[in-house]
């Protein structure tokens, strides 16, 4: 039986102009009698939300109070790339300037362009999640999004055609908004556990969208990392530095072509 609930943590947030922004957070509660296990879940669940909604009222509070109308235009010639992802993209037991958006902004440096990396990465966030979030991050203009979401509703199981439908409604409103955005579908894969009928849909789902939206794809954005422990954390499901190299990379092979098309047409 326990009767104390700790948590300690980091709340990250995003401004508009893409500098991070993070808080630390304590919560503890102790309980005069023993709970049960139910309650513990329920609190932790309790805490879930509770981080949530900090990283969103921290990014809504960035974004007003750094909006780039405030802090200058962007460079001239320089695109701005938003990553929405989940953990993967939150560099989830890394550090944040080891995450594979932030070894992208690094590489696109490398090559002597100026465009801007956004990580719009949320730890555990769905489809649903990112749909949710989307009418706000197309408050700022960008040029490119990296769609990095699905494997949170693989791992949950959910059905394949909601994770499609939420994905495709992520597209649409980005070219409604902006119709000439670029977007760049990265592609996951589920483990062997959920079934090679709901693994084989899964697979299907990136590319079938890529296709249908003249998107670029990148086939399985862990390639090379996913069912290697040593590239990955003690979950064997986030990747570990040397992992969000190899990741980076996997991005890159299809970005930088984009980002040579692109410069290439505003020269």
Same mark, same amino acid.
């Given at each position: ?24 957070? &304590? ?16 609190? !932790? &669940?309790?805490?879930? &939300? ?44 890394? @550090? ?18 100026? @465009? ?12 649903? @999640? ?32 909601? !994770?499609?439908?939420? $994905?495709?409604?992520?597209? @649409? ?8 955005? $670029? ?10 556990? $959920? ?7 899964? &697979? ?64």
């Amino acid at each position: 039986m326990i009767n104390e609930f700790k948590a300690n943590d980091q709340i990250q947030g995003w401004s508009a102009i893409g500098a991070p922004a993070i808080i630390d957070i &304590r919560i503890e509660m102790v309980f005069v009698k023993p709970v049960s296990g139910i309650v513990m879940k329920f609190m !932790t &669940r309790f805490y879930a &939300r509770i981080r949530h909604w900090f990283a969103l009222a921290l990014s809504a509070m960035l974004f007003f109070t750094l909006a780039p109308e405030t802090l200058g235009a962007d460079p001239a010639g320089a695109d701005k790339i938003i990553v929405l992802g989940d953990s993967l993209a939150a560099g989830l037991g890394v @550090d944040l300037s080891e995450a594979f958006p932030a070894l992208i902004q690094s590489k696109i440096e490398a090559a002597g362009y100026n @465009d801007r990396v956004v990580n719009a990465g949320e730890s555990g966030d769905t489809s649903a @999640d990112g749909l949710g979030r989307i009418d706000w991050l197309l408050k700022q203009r960008f040029d490119v999004l990296i769609l990095e979401l699905g494997g949170n509703d693989g791992l949950r199981g959910l059905t394949v055609t909601s !994770t499609q439908t939420n $994905l495709q409604a992520i597209i @649409d409103r980005v070219k409604q908004k902006y119709p000439k955005a $670029l977007i760049v579908i990265a592609g996951m894969q589920m483990p062997p556990n $959920l079934g090679e009928e709901y693994n084989g849909a899964f &697979r299907k789902l990136y590319p079938e969208l890529a296709a249908a939206n003249h998107a670029a794809l990148i086939p399985f954005l862990l390639e090379g990392v996913g069912g290697k422990p040593e590239l990955n954390q003690p979950d064997q499901i986030h990747p570990n530095v040397e992992g969000h190299k190899i990741v980076a990379d996997n991005v890159w092979k299809v970005l930088y072509p984009l980002l040579q098309r692109m410069h290439s047409h505003n020269a």
